[in-house]
């Protein structure tokens, strides 16, 4: 199922567990909400592809792979992803912070992938997780 031009509703529930993570009613409603926001992250970013390592967690998936509980995973308000052709995960929360886009939380991870939640809060909150670390650090670092 098509949710915008360029993401389906496969790519914002993408899971390795074998576990069910199906949302729906208003949990399903918000990845039309985040899918029209990755847009706007896409198009930051030279319309170049996003991969979406993960989007909406089920409960007992954001359980499996060790999320935060309460994580706005699981309120269908995040998603984590991979912009190659663009850049590092550095080079793209420069982007996105430079572009203005509002957002709640913006997190630089491990070098690997880019948190970003568009939950109501929009608190604008940017981190960063380098690798071996397990303490977040307040901005983005290289």
């Not at 790519?11 to 576990?19: D, I, K």
């Not at 399903?28 to 990755?38: G, H, I, V």
């Amino acid at each position: 199922m098509r949710l915008s031009p360029h993401f389906t509703l496969a790519e914002l529930t993408v899971t390795n567990t074998g576990l069910p993570n199906v949302p729906s009613g208003v949990r399903r409603d918000r990845l039309f909400l985040l899918a029209d926001r990755m847009e706007k992250v896409r198009s930051i970013l030279g319309d170049n592809p996003i991969k979406i390592t993960s989007g909406y967690r089920a409960p007992a998936v954001n359980k499996r792979v060790g999320g935060v509980p309460g994580s706005d995973h699981m309120s269908a308000w995040v998603c984590d992803f991979q912009c190659p052709e663009f850049g590092t995960p550095y080079e793209i929360c420069k982007a996105i912070i430079a572009s203005g886009l509002k957002f709640d939380q913006l997190i630089c991870e491990k070098r690997i992938w880019v948190h970003i939640s568009f939950a109501p809060r929009m608190r604008g909150q940017v981190l960063t997780l380098l690798p071996g670390q397990k303490k977040y650090l307040v901005g983005l670092h290289e």
